[in-house]
């Protein structure tokens, strides 16, 4: 009894550790200097959303899914990084995040191959708005229901959520069990009610029917709910009266094609938005001419089309559709297409066509995109010009606060924000340059400097952005392109700053106008691969501080006939000694033996540079009796500073020196002189490095007479 005994101490207490870990918040830590957003890439416009964004108290909080984790980041409203956090996911599948009206919510799923009745399949976690964690809704199938039962959830859908009285609803798609017949479940739309509450939760409505994308909006005591019905071959809308969940369909846009079996065909249409006026329900979405569906070519184009539904004549009769663009051509497709509701009679319609770039502005490579923004009444009408801008579409749907229009686009080496006023359509960004958790990026005259503490740190994938619908049966890309793509042509010089530690693999891969790279003191690692192909680098200034080089790492990209060795152009600079030069030998790299320099564990802290500079005195002067104060610009590098002084020229008569510890000191008061006499005054800088101090030349020698 004993042993039970403990075995079920150890078993509450292991119960009591887990529910703590799920009911505390997670961290949040305040930016400091080097803290930067996560750089997650959210420009491929898909049904779930990695990156959303909500309106805060003091600003916006950025919610982005890496991965693995969900990214939690508050800025203050000029978008300057304020403080970060992370948690971490309870299911293993990402659905999506919602801002209620009081609370957060996550959507988490997992699979359900083994066809379980009762295991759980979507949970909808509760947070309060300081992330502390207030419950979750455990959904299950419900196979009393057609298309109740669930084997994965969320496949081939949103997740999208809405608040109407005391419920929140959410729409998706998903796959039901496994169909004998064809050999695989069938997929369709799926609703689920949860109470915010008690979070007791369930679906209300399914079916099998192919529903490719879901957006749901709340009007009241209305709930309207968009759909790309590939079964019912439209766009459909469908009305909800939430007392009865009575639920009205219609369809919006036809379809052409007639299926014959129980496989999907295409659409070449997509179904991307849904926002509810005054009087009428609003969809966008792209197409092609579906009257022309039997005769679809490769350069058939898709435009731009808007359905407008009025709520209180919500018939097909009543529908209409407009067409905002008039491609006639060269398959032409579109990126994303967003639509943002202002106020009941006010919206901003944006989008980005494929194919369609510009030239890099700013140093920016989101720049490269267009996009295109026109402002619509809530008859969707046009009231504005179309404007455009240098930024792309992402997933994250923008937001609204007061007068501005928000949102967030980022790739693996930039995090953007965008601010458009929602009357006058004056376009506002502000970017983030990112190289690692703690690293940044900046680009000027051809040289790209990466600085910060720690290691580079960015997803070096070229992350390919593809049409929502296109008739093209194929695209093409480079197996060269990654994630510095739009900027590596400008390169021609790399500088890794003092306080990153490590280079990544393959992390300039292809930098083809790289001629040379400088890598100062205390970088550790350079991994396989981290300048392959960059064929005109000459020059690489490796510290002693490194203690690993990867294979291959200056590797050209071409082999000799016969020996099969990869050929390396550039020539390894490096202290005498040191393990870069040892790396050279063994790879029959040409290299240069420099002046030895500090070990890395100094981080950078060598007396050679020192010794060559002299500090520049910009001020002499005497305002009070017995005194004189010395002014001069501080010399990067140095520990501290040594002040001489005398009475003659020469450095003989009556000398004394002066001390100054702060490396930040720009300035010096010294007292105690004789008055009405002439002094002579140099400074020099000094480094302390491996227990000794080095000295810079001194200045140029100024006088005063002090008073």
């Known amino acids: 009894m004993k042993k039970t005994a403990e075995k079920g101490k150890k078993i509450v207490f292991g119960v009591l550790l887990v529910l703590a870990c799920i009911l505390m918040p997670q961290k949040m830590t305040n930016a400091a200097g080097n803290t930067v957003p996560t750089a997650v890439d959210n420009l491929t416009v898909s049904l779930r959303n990695k990156v959303n964004m909500a309106v805060t108290d003091n600003g916006y909080m950025r919610v982005a899914y890496d991965g693995s984790k ?23 599948i990402w659905g999506g995040f919602y801002a209620g009206q009081d609370a957060y919510y996550l959507a988490e799923a997992q699979n359900n191959t083994e066809q379980s009745d009762t295991k759980e399949v979507i949970r909808v976690i509760k947070y309060d708005k300081n992330w502390r964690r207030l419950g ?48 695989q479940g069938h997929q369709g739309y799926l609703m689920v009610q949860i109470d915010k509450t008690t979070l007791k939760g369930s679906i209300v409505d399914c079916n099998l029917g192919h529903s490719f994308a879901q957006y749901i909006k709340s009007d009241g005591a209305q709930l309207y709910v968009l759909e790309q019905s590939e079964g019912g071959r439209c766009t459909e809308l469908s009305k909800y009266d939430t007392a009865s969940m009575k639920k009205q369909s219609l369809s919006v846009l036809e379809y052409g094609g007639f299926r014959t079996d129980a496989w999907a065909i295409a659409c070449y249409a997509s179904v991307d938005d849904l926002a509810v006026s005054s009087s009428n329900v609003l969809s966008v979405g792209t197409s092609i001419d579906q009257s022309q569906y039997d005769n679809v070519t490769s350069d058939m184009p898709h435009n731009l089309y808007l359905t407008i539904t009025p709520k209180n004549n919500f018939t097909e009769d009543a529908a209409t559709v407009r067409w905002l663009t008039d491609f006639t051509g060269d398959g032409a497709s579109f990126l994303g297409v967003k639509l943002t509701k202002i106020n009941d009679n006010r919206f901003m319609l944006s989008w980005e066509e494929t194919g369609k770039t510009q030239k890099i502005t700013d140093n920016d490579p989101l720049s490269v995109s267009i996009l295109h923004y026109v402002f619509l009444d809530g008859n969707g009408e046009t009231v504005s010009r179309e404007f455009t801008a240098p930024a792309p579409i992402s997933d994250c749907h923008p937001i609204v606060n007061g007068s501005k229009i928000v949102y967030s686009a980022s790739s693996s080496n930039t995090v953007a924000f965008y601010s458009i006023d929602a009357n006058s359509g004056a376009f506002q ?12 990026w900046s680009l000027a005259n051809g040289v790209l400097t990466i600085s910060g503490i720690g290691a580079i740190d960015i997803d070096k994938e070229a992350h390919y952005r593809y049409p929502v619908s296109s008739t093209a049966r194929s695209y093409s890309y480079s197996s060269a392109d990654n994630s510095w793509k739009d900027i590596r042509e400008c390169v021609t010089k790399i500088v890794i700053e003092k306080g990153i530690t490590s280079i990544p693999e393959e992390a300039f891969y292809y930098f083809s106008n790289l001629k040379e790279a400088e890598i100062k003191e205390g970088l550790k690692s350079i991994g396989k691969k981290a300048f392959y192909a960059c064929e005109n680098l000459r020059k690489i200034t490796i510290p002693a501080s490194v203690t690993e080089i990867g294979e291959e790492c200056l590797a050209t990209g071409y082999y000799w006939v016969g020996s099969e060795e990869p050929v390396v152009d550039a020539k390894i600079y490096a202290p005498k000694g040191s393990y870069a030069i040892k790396y050279a030998k063994q790879n029959n790299i040409a290299y240069t033996e420099t002046k030895a320099a500090a070990s890395g564990n100094n981080s950078g802290n060598t007396s050679a540079n020192i010794t060559r500079k002299k500090v520049t005195v910009t001020a002499l002067t005497s305002s009070k009796a017995g005194t004189i104060k010395l002014k001069w610009k501080k010399l990067s590098g140095a520990d501290g500073y040594e002040i001489q002084y005398a009475r003659n020229a020469k ?33 020099r800088a000094y480094k302390k490095a491996n227990g000794k101090t080095a000295y810079s030349k001194w200045s140029a020698k100024k006088s005063v007479k002090c008073k």
């Open 70 to 92: 969900v990214r939690v980041e508050y800025y203050d409203t000029q978008f300057n990084l304020q403080r970060k956090g992370s948690l971490d996911l309870e299911l293993p």
């Open 136 to 183: 979750a809704a455990s959904i299950t199938g419900d196979p009393e229901l057609f298309g109740g039962e669930v084997r994965y959830p969320f496949d081939y859908g949103c997740v999208e959520m809405a608040e109407s009285g005391n419920n929140l609803y959410l729409v998706t798609g998903h796959e039901g069990y496994v169909d004998a017949g064809v050999g």
């Open 429 to 440: 960004k502000k970017v983030y340059r990112i190289a690692g958790e703690n690293a940044v």
């Open 651 to 683: 450095f003989t008569k009556n000398k004394k020196k002066v001390t100054v510890k702060k490396a930040a000191a720009t300035s010096k008061t010294i007292k105690k002189l004789k008055k009405k006499s002439r002094y002579y005054v140099r400074i």
